[in-house]
DNA sequence: GCAATATGACCTTTGGGTAAGTTACCTCAG
DNA sequence: CTGAGGTAACTTACCCAAAGGTCATATTGC
């Protein structure tokens, strides 16, 4: 349901904010909202007070709260994908290529780091529209994601492919705790950052493997 | 509020299931519903249905929704720590000990893999008597952490705080991931997951240290 | 006048919470 | 032993506020 202006002149003979501009808005503010209170714990009524606009607007543009929902993980979709794909196209591999990731989602993710909760939420419906659309989205990131871990379990020896969904996972919530941490640190600056992370990586990477008897 | 069978000559005049066993049933109901729907997203109703009783007699024993998600909390809270703190009195450190503590809860957590999310829950209230219980067993949890993660890091020669402090959260968010996981793949046993989790560090560690150039 | 943007007022359902009563078992006076 | 009264366990039927969703209407540029 949710169309920017299409067939027509656009934005012909109108009073207020385009519909394309004003869908935008009401987007960026219903991802804020969905990403720190969860679908359930969302209001449309609480949406359309953070964009500014009154609820039947939101109706008129997005159908449903279902529909809003969908905008939402496609925009947080499209945006997270779109970095992620431009950094998988440089030549770097392994571990280096993970920081490079992270660096980059570290910079698209500071402004809006609830983007990232809209595909992991609990309270979301598991079946119609908005199961297809967070299965498309996580699908394409833990594709890349699972390219590169995949790259790097391989080089180790390992191809068992639950083993890369499950990295995959695992580093992909790596992200998630660095961002959030830095969040709660305003006081450090990107660089220390990255200086940190590659500290931490270092730290890990020089332990002892450790041997099993449970 | 919950209390057990106190004061007067136990299970005194009773048709039904004495107070203290149906807490019990109903408490563990709700943990499934809550972990897999999330605060928000579930009705006391479901609960009650799932407990097979009927929602005012929830009423009676938890008096509100928050009081039978705070109910939860301690429930499963408790569980988790004690577990915790069973493996962290043992003698193993590092990443042993990690991998140990990994297992043990895995363990904990096959036969209701949905105690994990209650803690996780953006859906939850962020303040009162919810928040509060949130926090002491995060707390608790987070103690043992700070404690095993700090350990390995000195032994890699890094004693910052700030590093101790974003290491553990990045340690429990692997956690957190690997639970998620796990949640997903269901016929998985613990076992098996602490098998893979192991070849997974195995992996990582044997990994070569990256080089840093942004 | 027509089309696009926008809203206040309204309808309906959901769900947290409650009032009041029912059932079964216990105790104890007669 | 028995039945009246007490109490814990439990439910049906209800209230009401919040939230999903809709409608009629206003405003403005072409």
Redo the contacts with the bound molecule.
């Keep these: 349901m949710p169309r920017a ?1 299409s067939g ?1 002149r656009a ?10 501009d ?1 869908e935008g808005q009401i987007v960026r503010a219903a991802c804020e909202v969905f990403g720190t209170e969860g679908f359930a714990g ?5 949406v ?1 007070a953070r964009a ?6 939101v ?2 543009y997005f ?5 809003l929902f969908s905008a939402c993980l496609h925009h947080g979709g499209a945006i997270l994908a779109e970095e992620m794909e431009r950094i998988a196209s440089g030549d770097t591999v392994g571990l280096e290529r993970g920081l490079l990731t992270l660096n980059g989602i570290f910079r698209i993710l500071e402004p809006q780091p609830w983007l990232w909760r809209l595909f992991f939420d609990p309270s979301a419906p598991r079946e119609g529209e908005i199961a297809a659309a967070i299965k498309e989205h996580t699908e394409r990131i833990t594709t890349l994601a699972v390219e590169g871990v995949g790259e790097l379990l391989r080089l180790q020896g390992d191809d068992d492919p639950l083993d890369i969904d499950a990295m995959t996972r695992v580093w992909m919530s790596i992200f998630d705790a660095l961002v959030t941490w830095w969040l709660d640190h305003p006081d450090e600056s990107p660089a220390a950052m990255t200086e940190r992370c590659l500290r931490l990586f270092t730290a890990v990477l020089s332990a002892d493997v450790p041997v099993l008897q449970p």
Tied chains: 1, 2.
Excluded: D, F, H, W
Aim: aromatic letters at 4%; zero cysteines.
């Design positions: 202006t027509m934005n012909a003979g109108t009073k207020g904010v385009p519909r394309a004003r969302t209001s449309v009524a609480a359309a500014g606009i009154s609820k039947p607007l109706y008129q159908g449903s709260k279902e529909g």
